[in-house]
């Protein structure tokens, strides 16, 4: 009896084994209309503790069966020197092609390699040179990647990331115009953000500059009255 309990607990774990890394390869599926959300929750993760990994070496099934759900909000590694492997995948169910922005935060990251796997064992690198690379993002889209998505098709990406000191992320998907208008806002805040730092400091050179003449006009005025009170 325990011996069949313990194998229908094993089948089970199995299972349940089985069914997360099927969620977590499922593709996020892309809206037709403008969006801007995050899928770090549908990104699978690998990490690399010696650094060493290439992604020849990453693509073997012995490697892939590594990969393990995030199901996290953010990427959040702590201090480390592991380089760290992302895998996720896009679907584009409609009659026409979608560009999209895929967005990682971070300041911090001094490594970020794109791949394009969709080909299965071979694969295509996204370079910092190539045009998709050419965006340019502020602190919440600090490093983007333009993707485009073929018509009723699916994509499946790589990417290798590591820091000098803390490792955290946040992968965020974007139509277009979102990101440009993202990028537009923030340059907005920034500039009231800055005009109110120079308000604030005109004010404090003025209020300088007051205190400093009153003090003069007292000590000018308080020079001129001595005399006539050491005549008297």
Sequence with gaps: MKSGRKAYLLVFGCLMLLSLRAFANNPVLLPDTSFDYSITPYVSVLEDATGELDITTVLTREQQLRFTPSHAQALKFGITDSAYWLRFSLSNPYGHERRVVLTLSGNELDTIDFYDISAGDSYLKIR???????????????????????????????IRIHANGILSTDLHLLSLDRFLSNEQRMFTIQGVSMGWILATLLCAVLLV????????????VSAATQPAASTL
Excluded at 128 to 156: C, K, N, W, Y
Excluded at 209 to 220: C, S, T
């Design 128 to 158: 910092q040179e190539d045009q998709a690379r050419a965006l340019r993002g502020g602190f919440l889209q600090t490093h983007p990647v333009e993707l485009t998505i073929p018509a009723q098709s699916t994509r499946s990406f790589l």
């Design 209 to 220: 500059a007051i205190v400093l003449v009153a003090q003069g006009l007292f000590f000018h």
